[in-house]
């Protein structure tokens, strides 16, 4: 059931596991080229969040996921389904967050956290710089719940930034737009109003901070916050921009994780 409800997918002939997790507004094929890149030297595990791609929609609780630790809940479930133990969790964007709650939950289901792109609360507050005004986040929200597709057409490529390539910012406006709205709205309103800043220096998991160099989602500062708060983690600057590396420079994800693993 569980497996069913994620779509998930394995893959790869390694001993070890790499599960990937995809970021608000997408699925499990976002990751695309790096994760088939591993699978020469891991398992690799692709899943959807529920609400996402071909997740089983009708297990959608928004009492349950009314906070990432559902979320979190379920990639534990997942872990536990596969037998995952001493394995690596990568986390795009706010499922690096999901995947760090994971390891609190479940200390010896991920030996590796693999962070893209992470925020661990996107509004300011004192001494501290999110990236975005409380107005700004309920001006965002609000548009969403007004317009999904046109929310969708007008923030895809802002965030993926690469101006050059509006393929990009084609694909995943494509991919916003084919998610349920109504479960696109729950799933912003958790993901920009969550603040998990306290849960950073609990993590043990042996970390890696991936930061792009432009992010208007995630900005360099806050990656850098991240990896000041994480005892065990290490900080890597791409020379990327955008908050989807993973799809405007797989090669350079590619290689950072595998330089860390």
Same mark, same amino acid.
């Given at each position: 059931?569980v497996?069913?409800? =994620?779509n998930?997918?394995?893959s790869?002939?390694?001993s070890?596991?790499?599960?990937?997790?995809?970021?608000?507004?997408?699925?499990? !094929?976002?990751?695309?080229s790096?994760?088939?890149?591993?699978?020469?030297?891991f398992?690799?595990?692709?899943?959807?969040h529920?609400?996402?791609g071909r997740?089983?929609?009708?297990a @959608?609780d928004p009492?349950? @996921?009314?906070?990432l630790?559902?979320?979190a809940d379920d990639?534990?479930e997942?872990g536990?389904?596969?037998?995952?133990?001493?394995?690596?969790?990568?986390?795009?964007s706010?499922?690096?967050m999901?995947?760090a709650?994971a390891?609190?939950?479940?200390?010896?289901?991920?030996?590796?956290?693999?962070?893209?792109g992470?925020?661990?609360?996107?509004?300011?507050d004192?001494g @501290?710089?999110?990236g975005?005004?409380?107005?700004?986040?309920?001006e965002l929200?609000e548009?969403l719940a007004?317009?999904h597709?046109?929310w /969708?057409?007008a923030?895809a490529p802002?965030?993926?930034?690469?101006?050059?390539?509006?393929?990009l910012?084609?694909a995943?406006?494509n991919?916003f737009?084919?998610?349920?709205?109504?479960i696109?709205?729950?799933?912003?309103r958790?993901t920009?109003? /969550?603040?998990?800043?306290?849960?950073?220096?609990?993590?043990?998991a042996?970390?890696?901070?991936?930061?792009?160099r432009?992010?208007?989602?995630?900005?360099?500062s806050?990656g850098?916050y991240?990896h000041?708060?994480i005892? =065990?983690s290490?900080f890597?600057?791409?020379?990327?921009?955008g !908050?989807c590396?993973?799809? /405007?420079?797989?090669?350079?994800?590619?290689?950072?994780i595998?330089?860390f693993?």
């Amino acid at each position: 059931m569980v497996l069913t409800r =994620n779509n998930v997918n394995v893959s790869g002939s390694g001993s070890r596991a790499m599960m990937f997790a995809h970021g608000f507004g997408c699925d499990q !094929h976002m990751w695309g080229s790096v994760a088939r890149a591993f699978e020469p030297d891991f398992r690799v595990v692709l899943f959807d969040h529920v609400g996402a791609g071909r997740s089983d929609l009708s297990a @959608y609780d928004p009492a349950k @996921y009314g906070s990432l630790e559902g979320y979190a809940d379920d990639v534990v479930e997942i872990g536990n389904a596969l037998g995952l133990t001493n394995a690596v969790f990568v986390g795009h964007s706010v499922s690096a967050m999901i995947g760090a709650l994971a390891t609190l939950k479940a200390p010896g289901m991920f030996a590796d956290l693999v962070m893209v792109g992470p925020s661990p609360r996107y509004i300011d507050d004192e001494g @501290y710089f999110g990236g975005f005004s409380r107005s700004q986040v309920e001006e965002l929200l609000e548009f969403l719940a007004e317009n999904h597709l046109g929310w /969708s057409a007008a923030m895809a490529p802002a965030i993926m930034g690469n101006p050059d390539r509006p393929e990009l910012g084609e694909a995943l406006t494509n991919s916003f737009c084919n998610t349920d709205p109504d479960i696109a709205r729950e799933f912003a309103r958790v993901t920009f109003l /969550s603040d998990n800043r306290a849960d950073l220096p609990n993590i043990k998991a042996r970390t890696l901070v991936l930061q792009c160099r432009e992010d208007i989602i995630a900005p360099p500062s806050v990656g850098e916050y991240v990896h000041e708060r994480i005892s =065990n983690s290490r900080f890597v600057m791409l020379n990327a921009t955008g !908050h989807c590396p993973n799809l /405007s420079a797989p090669e350079e994800v590619t290689a950072a994780i595998r330089a860390f693993v």
